[in-house]
């Protein structure tokens, strides 16, 4: 794919200055009474009433209620088909780097544009103050186009580029007839090429291309009768659609299967997130809880690197990094589909930590593999009756890192002390654990924290966590070390005349990717000494 210099600028900035533009908008609502525009000739576009706009074949677009209310107190029309001047580049096998575009008024020629009806075919959209040609795009087409298993598939990008730029509500609008045009290119796929059904069609979009993905979805089963396979919403856009009427917004009944990645889900207002947290889909990932993604906090230095020096591009990923996370771990889950990325059904992101919520497909806790294996793992769970109600929305959690390959193993910790005489009389100690699991081929989990604050151990009790960690297929040795804290106030915490020690006597280690368990333990009973690496195996047990 050919790169060009895109429209983009600063999210959050662009964002300020959107919102900046709707309570203006809100201003001219209450003074005008309207925002809809007289007829106009030459953009061959017309008004039934003051409310309403009509688009020849792509139909008609009121701003009347669900479109106007009090979550979207101001609607614009969208602008016309010429203005908008949405572009569909195609990327197949033989050619990623130098496009052909769909021509809507030339049926024939998609013919000649090497879409193989009988692959799969994904159309890949941007959302606000973005273009068809960014970065972020190419990776993900080269990414499903070279690993498609069958290498039959092909990519579509829809590139709104001049309908993109401020104000944001009129870009709110605007993907209204750009999800309708979207539609009517997708059904001129399946007459020309002979398709049998769009199950094999997937559409992903970020954050406003989310919603237009939705548009879209609609715009087939309305005007053609026709549903698609798949959605895939990457962290929707938040402002104006939250708490909407699915009308609105993405949501389940848009494709057959509608999964959605949320990774900047902070309240808008308060704390600048860019995307929903709100569940829509048959299925929503919420990464790290959703919000606050690692690596995220890091210096813009790091993103300045990342990007061959590049100050735009750095300073943009660093203002943005939350809301573009979602197809950073989206293209990394293709392009790694060895490395786990299981999702586990949970009521919180609290809750998932706690450790309640670990075992795959036991007491209502589904596991789901994030991208594109999301939807046959979802159907699996019908199919074989373990999903007990497949209408009501479900929730998955998981833990990524704070650069690619993102994906991690989770691994449930339980800390068993010992409650024999010499534990007892040596009694409790306070400290931070460190867990790392090593397996075949001295491949390591990467050292994980056992809690973020030092915690009191005491002996016969026994402490679990959940951590993750680079994945290890099967876990051989763990490596405890205990970073002892004393108290140079507190006299016992004093540690003179020995080394500070805890009795460790077991460690059990669940492996949510594996559905499996081990139970290590340390050589004749050693106690765990401070800051040193304390090893626990299997055979080591009684």
Same mark, same amino acid.
């Given at each position: ?16 200055? !959107? ?43 009121? #701003? ?6 009090? @979550? ?56 606000? #103050? ?19 298993? +069958?290498? $039959? ?14 104000? %944001? ?28 059904? *769009? ?16 548009? /879209? ?9 026709? @549903? ?13 659609? &939250? ?19 949320? $990774? +900047? ?8 997130? *860019?995307?929903? %947290?709100?569940?829509?889909?048959? =299925? ?48 990394? &889950? ?39 294996? !999301? ?38 910790? $339980? ?19 460190? =867990? ?8 390591? &989990? ?26 290890? /297929? ?28 805890? %009795? ?21 009973? /050693?106690?765990?000494? !401070? ?12």
């Amino acid at each position: 794919m050919e790169l060009g210099n895109t429209t983009g600028f600063l999210l959050q900035t662009m964002l300020y200055l !959107a919102n900046h533009e709707y309570n203006n908008s809100l201003i001219n609502l209450i003074h005008n009474k309207t925002l809809s525009a007289d007829s106009n000739q030459t953009t061959g576009e017309f008004s039934l009433a003051e409310d309403v706009r009509c688009y020849g074949v792509y139909g008609c677009f009121p #701003i009347t209620y669900p479109w106007v209310d009090e @979550k979207r107190p101001v609607a614009y029309h969208p602008q016309s088909p010429k203005q908008v001047d949405v572009r569909f580049p195609v990327f197949v096998r033989s050619n990623t780097d130098h496009p052909k575009f769909i021509d809507i008024n030339d049926p024939i020629g998609v013919r000649k544009l090497g879409i193989n009806p009988r692959g799969r075919i994904y159309f890949i959209t941007h959302g606000y #103050i973005e273009s068809g040609d960014r970065p972020w795009i190419q990776q993900m087409v080269n990414a499903l186009i070279d690993n498609d298993p +069958d290498g $039959t598939a092909s990519c579509v990008v829809i590139d709104w580029r001049k309908a993109s730029n401020p104000p %944001y509500t009129q870009c709110c609008a605007n993907i209204r007839v750009i999800g309708a045009i979207t539609a009517h290119v997708i059904y001129l796929l399946y007459e020309e090429l002979g398709m049998r059904d *769009l199950d094999k069609v997937h559409l992903l979009g970020h954050s406003l291309g989310s919603h237009l993905c939705g548009y /879209a979805g609609y715009h087939l089963q309305k005007d053609f009768g026709l @549903k698609l396979g798949r959605i895939t919403g990457l962290d929707p856009a938040e402002p104006l659609f &939250s708490d909407t009427d699915p009308l609105v917004r993405l949501d389940r009944s848009d494709a057959k299967f509608v999964d959605v990645i949320h $990774t +900047d889900g902070s309240e808008w207002v308060s704390k600048g997130g *860019l995307g929903m %947290y709100q569940p829509i889909g048959h =299925v929503d990932f919420y990464p790290n809880g959703g919000y606050n993604q690692p690596g995220c906090s890091d210096p813009m230095t790091k993103f300045i690197r990342k990007h061959d020096e590049s100050f735009f591009w750095g300073f943009q990923e660093f203002f943005g990094c939350n809301h573009l996370r979602c197809h950073q771990v989206f293209t990394d &889950s293709v392009l790694n589909p060895r490395c786990p990325f299981v999702a586990i059904g949970c009521s919180s992101y609290a809750q998932f930590l706690r450790g309640e919520c670990f075992e795959c497909d036991r007491d209502g806790h589904y596991c789901i593999d994030l991208g594109l294996k !999301a939807q046959s793992s979802y159907e699996r769970l019908i199919e074989n009756r373990i999903l007990v109600n497949p209408n009501a929305p479900l929730s998955v959690y998981m833990i990524t890192g704070d650069d690619s390959p993102y994906c991690r193993s989770h691994y449930r910790v $339980t800390l068993s002390l010992s409650s024999e005489d010499e534990s007892l009389i040596h009694g409790g100690e306070i400290g931070k654990m460190t =867990v790392e699991v090593h397996g075949e081929g001295n491949v390591r &989990s990467g050292k994980m924290d056992f809690s973020k604050d030092p915690v009191y151990f005491e002996p016969g009790g026994n402490y679990s966590a959940i951590m993750a960690g680079t994945h290890v /297929a099967k876990p051989l040795r763990v490596l405890l070390t205990w970073a002892y804290r004393t108290n140079p106030l507190n006299p016992l915490t004093w540690r003179l005349l020995a080394a500070p020690r805890v %009795y460790v006597q077991e460690i059990r280690l669940q492996l949510m990717e594996l559905r499996s368990s081990i139970r290590v333990c340390p050589l004749n009973k /050693a106690p765990v000494i !401070a800051d040193q690496e304390n090893e626990f195996k299997t055979e080591y047990c009684t």
